[in-house]
């Protein structure tokens, strides 16, 4: 099961620690030492795989906080483009910082991360203050 995680993992990014991997007819959900010579695996053993997707904190402009559910494969643009529909903006105009850094091209979403939302303002906006 171990090395079935493994291949998971290189192929969809999704961590192992973050799959389960169970018999389709159960929810018996198998440990990673578990091996396919096994008796209980026969020709046409289906098997079920769920994970659980991450979870981040966004920090939002004004001072509160929103919880939004992501996939492991989202990208930087793909989370920038998330956020500015939640949170109505142009997506050109979000910024998004993860350890105040701005996030880069090889992002990868994990569970628990915090990230710091800045959206650009309008010049006009300025302007009329």
Known sequence: ?????????KKKQMPRKSQQVFFFETTKVLDDDVCFSRSDFVDGTVLQVRY????VTLLL??????QMELEFSDTKNDVRY??????A???QD???LLDDMELDK???PRNGQILVIQVKKDEEDEEDK
Not at 1 to 9: F, N, T
Not at 52 to 55: A, C, L, S
């Open 1 to 9: 099961i171990l090395d079935l995680k493994r291949m998971i993992e």
């Open 52 to 55: 659980e997707k991450p979870e």
């Open 61 to 66: 402009p004004d001072g509160s906080k929103m």
């Open 82 to 87: 998330k956020i500015a529909r939640e949170i």
């Open 89 to 91: 903006a142009p997506a």
């Open 94 to 96: 979000v910024r998004i």
């Open 106 to 108: 090889k992002y990868k």
